[in-house]
């Protein structure tokens, strides 16, 4: 990519456009290679986890999931609110239905992100952020979803921080890296570790 920091790069095991955006702005080089994970099906076997162990194992997989011959980056974000965990919603309907369930409370938003290489996963890290969501009315709700379905249907917590999400809070307490869906500061020390960035 141009303007990279590095040679060769790495691989990113995801086709968000959010943290795709995020490693090209810090200069990292990568070519992005989603994974074919079982999402649900390793939430359900840690049913029992809270929600950061969950986030940073799906990071773990995903990385781990994509074979190649540079290191490879894994992430995922969950959202929990009050105790249940949310995760991007399969409809129009669903995406209103966390909207009215999130209004007026308080969202923690977890990211986590893992490396491997070679298979192996030599590094996880995580963080999160709480957002508080002011009262949304459901005449707000419906011209939100107007405005932003089906973008958000790849959101959890059925927002873009970058665009309209932002009415969605009153306030935010955490890294905007971690907010977009990536605790990035972690990941660039992990890679400066690893050799892959210049230290």
């Known amino acids: 990519m141009t303007g990279a920091l590095t040679g060769s790069g790495i691989v990113l095991a995801s086709n968000s456009a ?7 702005a810090a ?25 950061a162990e969950i986030a940073q194992a799906l990071a773990a997989a995903k990385a781990a999931a994509v074979s190649a011959d ?53 590094w996880v890290g995580h963080d999160f952020a709480r957002l508080r969501v002011r009262q949304l009315s459901d005449a707000f709700i419906d011209a939100y979803l107007d405005a932003e379905w089906p973008a958000v249907s790849h959101c959890v917590g059925v927002f873009r921080i970058e665009g309209p999400g932002a009415h969605l809070f009153d306030s935010i307490a955490g890294d905007q890296f971690t907010i977009l869906g990536m605790p990035l500061l972690q990941v660039l020390a992990a890679l400066r570790a690893q050799g892959v960035l210049p230290e």
């Open 27 to 51: 200069g990292v080089a990568f070519e992005a290679r989603p994974a074919e994970v079982d999402e649900r099906g390793i939430e359900a076997e840690m049913e029992s986890a809270d929600a």
């Open 70 to 122: 540079r290191p490879v980056l894994g992430s995922d974000s969950l959202v929990e609110v009050e105790g249940r965990r949310f995760d991007k919603p399969t409809s129009r309907a669903d995406a209103a239905a966390h909207l009215r369930f999130f209004s007026g409370k308080t969202m923690t938003l977890h990211s986590a992100a893992a490396l491997a290489v070679g298979g192996r996963i030599v």
């Open 18 to 24: 959010s943290r795709k955006a995020m490693l090209a």
